[in-house]
């Protein structure tokens, strides 16, 4: 199950009088196409913006209108759309989305916590943020961004990477393999192996929340209604994320940590790490995501 590529539409219609959550029970796959995610055109939902694309070196495209790298053209997937984990029991990541007795205008830049029921990953929480739609996907079903989860039906990675390793469907098996990926999709492939536990297309209960800032920094999308859903309550004893650093630099401003390349280092709200690894810097990307890049 992928994500397609679907092409600008039209005006979205109005919103409605009132706007109810969803939620319900769903099922799970995997993917990681490179194409442009479909809530980045124009037109799609009633938002302040489409989903940030990215061009072929990851830089942000301020242009909405740039044709999908699966399509021959130059927009992909920013490497930042890949999942990460807050602490053992949260993470936070991105997915495209078809639920029961929805569209697309509803569901594209909606956030939704689904907390897992089967598999080794069983009572853990992910908050999605919707950045596509799954035109070959079943009813309530997320196909989870994660780099190494296959390509499936749209191939933009091989324009992008020259490929990637794995199968079309499902994937690469085994985290060593995250080693051969490009530098900024390495710490989402093995994010699977770790937080996910390599856990296969997990079963979860869902509801719609309102969009956490670590995921709107991101994508720069949020919908006009998201005020008008339940705010998320991390759960609690959930420990911490091992792949924060605990023990500072001996130099450095900011918080005094090191982020990773291509990790968040700054923006309005920011509490994280503000430093960057030597030879990145720290980028505006727009006033709530600066990445080390």
Known sequence: MRSSTILQTGLVAALPFAVQAASGSGQSTRYWDCCKPSCSWSGKAPVNRPVL????????LSDASVKSGCDGGS???????SPWAVNDQLAYGFAATKLSGGTESS??????ALTFTSGPVAGKTLVVQSTSTGGDLGSNHF???MPGGGVGLFDGCTRQFGGLPGAQYGGISSRSQCDSFPAALKPGCQW???WFQNADNPNFTFKQVQC?????????CKRNDDSQFPVFTAPSGGGTNPSTPTTPPSSGGGSGCTADKY????GSGWSGCTNCPSGSTCKTINDYYHQCA
């Open 53 to 60: 694309a990215c061009d072929a070196n990851n830089n942000p």
């Open 212 to 220: 956490p800032s670590e995921l709107t920094s991101r994508t720069g």
């Open 107 to 112: 569901w594209c830049c909606a956030c939704y």
């Open 192 to 194: 699977r192996f770790d």
């Open 143 to 145: 196909d989870i961004n």
């Open 75 to 81: 927009a992909y997937t920013c490497a930042n759309n």
């Open 263 to 266: 990790a968040q280092c700054g």
